[in-house]
């Protein structure tokens, strides 16, 4: 098979390293059979009188050990062809930072444009909401993570703080969206606070596991609380957002939206209603979070993400500055959660697990720490790619977790490694990845 | 007093299972510093060899009974190593010395891999076990209660004892248990003075791995249910008795899995079953937030 093509090319241009190369893929292919052969070559199923049965499938095996001797060849051969990977020089940084200035608005123009251009339907447009929500939750992480280097690992339990909060305030009390929407930034910042003071001392890994144990408290409190929030069952008949009053029916009565506007009823307008309700909050906490970083606040966030230590010796409140950074994340979060409560019209703990906030912040790691394009693009690779296998149907987790791990060999600092100092004096430099500091939180 | 007898009973087989497994995080920490995301579900898989084997060899007729269960734990010990080396070489080497979120992102990822792997070659349902070594004996009987100690609680509690004491005596007696240790105190002194230190990461991850199918195996046999998502909680209560022991201290592994065994078994017992697991990550956070070092771990000097 493919395998043989590749041991044709791999002396052809390097003979020296064309033995140990086959070795090396042979010996890859032994240990891929080792692994292979219990979990993939016998399947385990529910026989007819209750008890387990195998079922052998050395085909498949034998496919993927195929595999895995083929791509290692093609590894080998590739990297002998290539030489070793040259580190970015400035030049690679200073240009890929000059298109990076192009990429920023052609990007906003599309995502403005993107429900006027011919061929967007119902589908394209769920999936922009969608993708904009991740780079909503992306850009209020990225506060947090990426500006005061504070590892977080449970934030979606922020976004089913936001979540909750609006769904409980709208259905018990009959709040609208609108007061809902502060409301529900409002106490996910408090929660952010609270769950953040305790945690002030930690750093990096250890407060990422603090952080992932609340956010698992969060979710099975509101598994178990089921008089308050339906437990399992969730929290159902969640009011749809209105237009600042004007209800999207098809009515088509006066008080209805196209009532008033006079034109023709449509589903469509409600999901044009949201994209851009999403697509402008995602905007405010870009704008929010490039803002601040200007402020004293931002850059004693900054400052503290590269040397706590030295911040404290400059009399630099660490208190103050940690919490504002878990608060203004948190409330971004709930706001995103009132929206996607409003959005699904229904919620439930199921929507908020652990490996929401693995993808919210494999999403700021890959998008490059601190830079905003960056996630944003990440945002629209992981979540859009996501879609895109939806034909995959049971591989697709496999194949996302598989690119996570991917991209982070090829690319550890994230897409958008390189920085340039937010407040500088005289020219600016941007600072190559290799010497970005790092998040020790 | 027989209830909690029996409570006591079951928190501390459960314990030694959450002790094998914090052994690998624990000594994986110790060595690169990064906590190893993927090892819960390393410890899945091991559950999932054995099923594997265990079926194999019992409906295959070939044996049955203890010699059975000791040739289940050294296939599942064995392919569980091959994974655990597999992950480290894919997953973590190319990220050594790297930025210091990656490997943690890249072990996330990987995490997400195995679940999913597991999920799609043997199916979502739950696989159901009938036990394998019925029976026990009573301890006390106190009115209608009877207190059991069963031979699978006693198995566990025998295998556990003796895979740790061989594991003991790899680590303070054998070359590679002292370049393990080396590498864990200063792992660029430790290459200078010759060991080969991506050799001796491989190993531990080898190691850690096979610790985890014992637990896994053990796991399978005790309870007898297995799906391809137990790696995760039962993944984070290991971590979260690596830390209540001292991350990075051997014996703090095993003591604070004893103790968090006891503590869900006991707070089920008592308090409220749906909580247990906030019961576990409440630990976990007021250990961390009051007693970053651990029981039995030595205080991080920070220097400036």
């Known amino acids: ?441 | 007093m027989a209830y909690a007898l029996q409570q006591l009973i079951n928190g501390i087989s459960l314990g030694m299972i959450y002790g094998l497994i914090a052994v690998g995080y624990t000594m994986v920490y110790g060595i690169i510093g990064m906590i190893n995301f993927a090892h819960g579900d390393i410890f899945m898989i091991g559950a999932f060899v054995a099923l594997i084997s265990l079926v194999m060899l019992v409906s295959g007729g070939i044996m049955e009974g203890p010699a059975a269960i000791l040739i289940v734990l050294l296939v599942s010990m064995c392919v569980t190593a091959l994974y655990g080396w597999t992950v480290e070489r894919i997953a973590y080497r190319p990220l050594r010395g790297s930025f210091r979120l990656a490997p943690l992102i890249s072990a996330i990822g990987m995490s997400i891999v195995l679940q999913n792997y597991v999920q799609v070659a043997q199916g979502a349902r739950v696989k159901p076990l009938e036990p394998v070594l019925p029976g026990g004996i009573e301890v006390l009987r106190a009115d209608a209660f009877v207190v059991q100690f069963s031979y699978m609680q006693m198995l566990i509690i025998a295998v556990t004892l003796a895979v740790l004491a061989i594991f003991t005596w790899l680590v303070t007696r054998t070359p590679l248990g002292r370049a393990m240790r080396a590498c864990e105190q200063d792992r660029r002194m430790a290459s200078l003075l010759g060991i080969d230190t991506d050799r001796t990461i491989s190993l531990t991850f080898v190691i850690g791995a096979s610790l985890a199918a014992v637990a896994g195996a053990m796991y399978l046999l005790r309870y007898g249910v297995i799906d391809f998502y137990i790696g995760f909680l039962a993944g984070v209560k290991a971590f979260t008795a690596a830390v209540l022991g001292g991350i990075g201290s051997l014996p703090g592994a095993v003591l604070g899995g004893l103790l968090i065994g006891l503590i869900e078994t006991f707070w089920s017992a008592y308090f409220s079953v749906q909580y247990k697991d906030v019961a576990a990550f409440s630990i976990l956070a007021i250990t961390l937030i009051f007693m970053p070092s651990g029981l039995l771990g030595r205080a991080e000097v920070e220097k400036v």
């Open chain 1, 1 to 441: 098979m493919s395998g043989g093509a590749a041991a044709a090319v791999a002396p052809a241009q390097r003979p020296a390293v064309a033995v140990p190369a086959l070795k090396d893929a042979l010996l890859t292919a032994l240990v891929a059979f080792g692994l292979f052969v219990p979990i993939v070559g016998l399947r385990t199923d529910v026989g007819a009188n209750g008890g387990l049965v195998l079922r052998q499938r050395w085909g498949d095996v034998a496919v993927l050990v195929g595999l895995a001797f083929a791509g290692r060849l093609l590894m080998l051969a590739w990297r002998a062809v290539r030489g070793d990977a040259k580190p970015a020089t400035a030049a690679r940084t200073a240009l890929l930072r000059k298109a990076g200035t192009f990429v920023a608005p052609v990007l906003l123009a599309l995502a403005v444009l993107l429900p006027f251009i011919p061929g967007t339907g119902r589908y394209e447009l769920d999936l922009g909401i969608l993708v904009l929500t991740y780079v909503m939750l992306g850009w209020g992480l990225n506060i947090v993570v990426g500006l005061a280097g504070l590892l977080d690992l449970g934030y979606v339990a922020f976004y089913a703080v936001g979540a909750y909060a609006y769904a409980l305030l709208a259905t018990i009390f009959g709040l609208s969206f609108w007061i809902c929407l502060p409301l529900a930034g409002i106490l996910a910042a408090f929660w952010g606070v609270l769950l953040g003071f305790p945690v002030l001392r930690l750093r990096g890994d250890y407060l990422a596991i603090v952080t992932l144990a609340f956010g698992e408290i969060i979710r099975v409190v509101l598994l178990n609380w089921v008089s308050l929030t339906g437990g399992p069952n969730g929290v159902t008949g969640i009011p749809r957002p209105t237009f600042f009053g004007l209800p999207f029916s098809m009515s088509g009565e006066p008080g209805t939206f196209a009532g008033f506007f006079g034109i023709e009823p449509s589903p469509v307008h409600r999901v044009i209603f949201l994209y851009y309700l999403i697509l402008a909050l995602a905007l405010l906490t870009n704008w929010v979070s490039i803002r601040l970083r200007r402020q004293p606040l931002g850059r004693a966030w900054e400052a503290l993400r590269e040397d706590e230590i030295a911040c404290r010796a400059l009399g630099i409140n660490i208190t103050t500055t940690k919490l504002t950074a878990f608060a203004l994340g948190a409330m971004f979060a709930g706001i995103a959660g009132s929206f996607f409560a409003t959005r699904q019209g229904f919620i439930s703990p199921e929507s908020f697990t652990f490996i929401e906030s693995a993808i919210i912040l494999a999403i700021v790691v890959l998008g490059g720490m601190g830079s905003q394009i960056g996630i944003a693009i990440a945002a629209l690779v992981m979540i859009g790619g996501f879609e895109v296998f939806r034909d995959l149907d049971e591989y697709r987790m496999l194949v996302f977790g598989g690119a996570m791990v991917l991209i982070m060999v090829a690319r550890p600092r994230g897409l958008v490694g390189s920085r340039t100092p937010t407040v500088a004096l005289g020219t600016r430099r941007a600072i190559g990845a290799e010497h970005v500091a790092e998040g020790r939180g």
